[in-house]
């Protein structure tokens, strides 16, 4: 019996139109409860102080006070702080950058007795908790003299980080062997075929670890809380802490600086995400 070629086969996996309504529902849901608290953020940054505290929560500022985002930059020197911690983010961008492509591509690409095992005991490094090393680490900046200046904020990234090295191998895993053995027959050193054929082959890789990379390094609040002490030295994350004093915290300077923080790395997002997602999906290719 012979089936009808023109009747429309329905697929069990798609949902039928109360189904999809149900999805874009919760997918409403979901993202008013996530995004509420960045919604907050913003429309507290103009209010007046009294109504941040108020109850029920007052959502929309009346009336909307620009002046917060005036006063507040101009309670400490922000402008140095964003300079710092602009200074911090470039260099341990391309630290991460750079030394992890390259350890990924030692581990990856070039064959070598125990890169197995050490790519194994690198990655077991990831099950440590900051805290063990964070003693360890001080002695050894204290006595390098590097305490109280941005050194320990950037130097370690260009000794690669063991999730960096995770999500690039991933990628360079699946470029395949044959561009390195052309390039080997012409001649191409090791060097020559990282840095001429495979860096601009994981672009996308590179830009996701270099996203996040900079990202940690402008959030990072513990790093400079630790190693710097002298205030001109300070970066954002550390200067936000200025506004807590010993008998209050000016809430509506906190917020209306913190929205301003937040507005470089949601750009930075936006212009990129695209990027950013093909580098997360091709580095889950194989892992």
Request: proline share 7%.
């Amino acid at each position: 019996m012979k089936a009808d070629r023109g009747a429309v086969v329905s697929d069990p996996l798609q949902p039928g139109p109360a189904g999809r309504v149900l999805v874009y529902a919760l997918l409403f849901l979901f993202s008013a409860i996530f995004a509420a608290p960045f919604f907050w953020l913003v429309t507290s940054a103009v209010k007046r102080p009294e109504q941040l505290m108020a109850y029920p929560i007052q959502w929309i500022p009346d009336p909307v006070v620009w002046s917060n985002f005036r006063e507040g930059w101009s309670f400490r020197p922000f402008s140095l702080y964003l300079r710092n911690t602009l200074y911090v983010a470039v260099l341990s961008t391309i630290g991460s950058v750079l030394s992890s492509s390259l350890v990924a591509y030692g581990l990856t690409r070039i064959e070598w007795p125990g890169r197995r095992l050490l790519f194994v005991t690198l990655i077991g490094t990831m099950m440590l908790p900051g805290q063990v090393v964070m003693v360890p680490l001080f002695a050894l900046f204290v006595r390098l003299g590097w305490v109280d200046t941005f050194k320990p904020l950037w130097v370690p990234t260009f000794f690669a980080g063991a999730f960096y090295v995770y999500l690039l191998r991933g990628f360079f895993q699946a470029i395949p062997r044959d561009l390195s053995e052309a390039a080997t027959i012409d001649g191409a050193s090791e060097w020559v075929i990282y840095w001429r054929i495979v860096m601009p082959l994981a672009r996308p890789a590179l830009a996701t670890v270099g996203l996040f990379a900079f990202i940690g390094a402008w959030n990072d609040f513990v790093g400079p809380l630790i190693y710097i002490v002298n205030e001109n030295n300070y970066t954002l994350a550390l200067g936000l802490s200025m506004f807590r004093g010993q008998y209050g915290t000016y809430w509506h300077y906190l917020l209306a600086v913190s929205t301003l923080v937040t507005i470089p790395i949601v750009v930075l997002f936006f212009f990129t995400q695209r990027t950013f997602i093909q580098g997360i999906t091709m580095t889950g290719l194989k892992g």
